[in-house]
């Protein structure tokens, strides 16, 4: 079995191929920026970090598009951060298209929503450990308790278009997509490679899912 995990400049690929490699040693981890090393990967993983205008410019730069968009339709395809808000129509950030792989549009919090349960001001970014309540059951959640921490860093939100998309929730000033599953995709805006156990034990069930 060999993963792809796609390289277009814009994340910390050599944690998440790290991490791949721990959960699953008899399968060859390849970060990569061949169009045609992603089309013939058993498993695509799309990760990223950044801006979403620059990490879009810098997809259709290496042209990596319609190698994702082919990975998306046809095989286990897990995104990762960026990777998840990429797979959406539109983003607030930079007024910027998405892939449109999934309907809906990606949105930064609301200055007037960050304020915890007790009126606290939260901070944008959303840093740090949260809770990720899981929506629906789903073999990617095996072995994984709901309400699990998992690590967060992120300054926007995807807001799906149709309820069923959504997997898992988390809340900051208010409950926020955080997870999204449709056939072969799973996609989550937190970190697994970051996540200890619970992210291992994902990453782990993604390189045997059969959807």
């Known amino acids: 079995m060999r993963i792809a995990v796609i390289d277009y400049g814009m994340g910390n690929l050599r944690s998440v191929s790290k991490a791949l490699e721990r959960v699953a040693p008899q399968a060859e981890v390849e970060v990569t920026a061949d169009p045609q090393r992603v089309a013939s990967a058993d498993r695509v993983v799309f990760p990223g970090q950044g801006a979403m205008r620059d990490c879009m410019r810098e997809l259709e730069q290496r042209g990596l598009r319609p190698a994702v968009l082919k990975a998306a339709a046809e095989k286990p395809f897990l995104g990762i951060c960026i990777g998840l808000q990429m797979l959406f129509e539109h983003s607030e950030e930079g007024d910027t298209p998405g892939l449109g792989v999934l309907p809906g549009v990606v949105r930064r919090f609301p200055p007037e929503r960050m304020v915890d349960t007790q009126g606290a001001r939260l901070k944008v970014p959303h840093m740090g450990w949260n809770e990720v309540h899981q929506a629906e059951s789903h073999a990617l959640w095996d072995g994984i308790a709901d309400g699990s921490r998992f690590y967060f860093v992120h300054s926007y939100y995807a807001e799906a278009a149709e309820p069923a998309l959504v997997a898992a929730f988390s809340v900051y000033g208010f409950p926020f997509t955080c997870a999204v599953a449709r056939a072969n ?27």
């Open 185 to 211: 995709i799973f996609a989550v805006q937190f970190h697994p490679e970051k996540s200890q156990s619970a992210g291992l034990r994902l990453l782990e069930n993604f390189t045997t899912w059969n959807p």
